[in-house]
T-cell receptor, first 115, second 114 residues
């Protein structure tokens, strides 16, 4: 089944304790992206990657890091989480260019709480 | 910059009622427009899209028409079901970026009661 898989789905952590949210897709998509969803703000893009070894900042990159060493994986790293990073996180992917037609495939989400 | 505005929710309807969720956008050029739906506990999934003015996207009984003159892409369904309870996001592709960035509205929560 074609899908984007995120882990963990739920996580409660404390301020300053490094964590990684993994994202993996099995559709051979070039483009991957991370979003956070907050009430009243919709989805805001954190980082994106057009292909392996190519990453760029989105609208709200502060406090986050990403890497794209393999095409299928795009982990989101919080080096020193803070309470304002409590949110629902989504990973998404698509093909590049016209083939992708901007239609994103989303993971099921990771709900992170930072105390 | 480009942006998407949606009607504030939550919206509560009785089963078989008519649904309209308003969406307006600000964009340069001719972006593609989308509606994504998020069912409880799941990620977003594409509901329908339209790529040029006057196009109508449709899926699962939902429809939306790309109206350039009013910069709108309102979502409609003639008879909602309990299973339509979800959060609905209007979105556009930002042609001003090098990688076709998708910009989402804030989402509208819909609850359908029996």
């Amino acid at each position: 089944e074609a899908q984007v898989t995120q882990n963990p789905r739920y996580l409660i952590t404390v301020t300053g304790k490094k964590l990684t949210v993994t994202c993996s897709q099995n559709m051979n998509h070039e483009y991957m992206s991370w979003y956070r969803q907050d009430p009243g703000l919709g989805l805001r893009q954190i980082y994106y990657s057009m292909n392996v070894e190519v990453t760029d900042k989105g609208d709200v990159p502060e406090g986050y890091k990403v890497s794209r060493k393999e095409k299928r994986n795009f982990p989101l790293i919080l080096e020193s989480p803070s309470p304002n990073q409590t949110s629902l996180y989504f990973c998404a992917s698509r093909l590049n260019g016209q083939a992708g037609a901007n239609v994103l495939t989303f993971g099921a989400g990771s709900r992170l709480t930072v105390l | 910059g480009n942006s998407v505005t949606q009607m504030e929710g939550p919206v509560t309807l009785s089963e078989e009622a008519f649904l309209t969720i308003n969406c307006t956008y600000t964009a340069t050029g001719y972006p593609s427009l989308f509606w994504y739906v998020q069912y409880p506990g799941e990620g977003l999934q594409l509901l329908l899209k339209a790529t040029k003015a006057d196009d109508k996207g449709s899926n699962k009984g939902f429809e939306a028409t790309y109206r350039k003159e009013t910069t709108s892409f309102h979502l409609e369904k003639g008879s909602v079901q309990v299973s339509d309870s979800a959060v609905y996001f209007c979105a556009l592709s930002d042609l001003g970026t090098s990688y076709d960035k998708v910009i989402f509205g804030p989402g509208t929560s819909l609850s359908v009661i029996p």
